[in-house]
């Protein structure tokens, strides 16, 4: 939930691609989610793990930073941002999955088949390594493989979720 959260910022951010990359070492778990949206000021790069600042105008906080933030450190990990006006933005957090309070990491293949799903004109790259494997999952290639059938297909979301999940299962497995 917390990596489609931040993914949405991405979207909203107008990324036309976005980068979720996982690595583990052990069990600690390096998540980095980069975009080429709008980027943000420094001003707002600033302040933006406080609860309080929003861009958005329909409610007053902003909750998905400093939330993400949050559950990563509570595992003794940390988050940092990095981000650029007009060049996009890149998250940066790391999870210790053994330690008792880190959220489950849930379905990950549900969460890659979501965003490729509902946002079929945005590129999303998936990947998963634990520095000996490694799995991709690429909106392009699979726009490629598919010819002119849309990501946004309920059957290719099913199959995308299927695909992620059975190759990420073993890698994960090994860490957790
Ligand atoms: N990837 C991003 N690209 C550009 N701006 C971002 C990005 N992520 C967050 N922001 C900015 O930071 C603000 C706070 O984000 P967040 O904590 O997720 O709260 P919310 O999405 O509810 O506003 C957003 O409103 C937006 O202005
Ligand atoms: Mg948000």
Redesign the pocket.
């Known amino acids: 939930m917390n990596i489609l959260?931040?993914a949405?910022?991405?979207i909203?951010?107008g990324?036309t691609l976005v980068e979720i990359r996982l690595e583990l070492q052990g069990s600690k778990l390096t998540i980095s989610i980069r975009?080429n949206?709008?980027?943000?000021s420094p001003e707002?790069l600033n302040k933006?793990?406080d609860?309080f600042?929003?861009?958005?105008t329909t409610?007053k906080?902003?909750?998905?930073?400093?939330?993400y933030k949050m559950a990563a450190e509570m595992t003794g990990g940390t988050m940092q941002?990095e981000?650029r006006l007009s060049v996009?933005?890149a998250?940066t957090a790391t999870f210790f999955l053994s330690h008792i309070d880190c959220m489950p990491l849930g379905d990950l293949g549900a969460t890659v088949a979501t965003l490729m799903q509902c946002n079929p004109d945005i590129d999303f790259v998936f990947s998963l390594s634990d520095g000996a494997e490694s799995f991709a999952a690429d909106s392009r290639q699979f726009r490629e493989i598919l010819g002119g059938v849309p990501l946004s297909t309920p059957e290719v979301a099913f199959f995308i979720r299927e695909y992620v999940s059975e190759h990420i299962k073993p890698i994960l497995e090994k860490g957790i």
């Open positions: 959260d931040i949405e910022n991405s909203r951010a990324a975009d949206g709008c980027g943000m707002l933006v793990t609860p600042t929003t861009s958005r409610r906080v902003g909750l998905g930073l400093p939330f941002i981000s996009g933005t998250v």
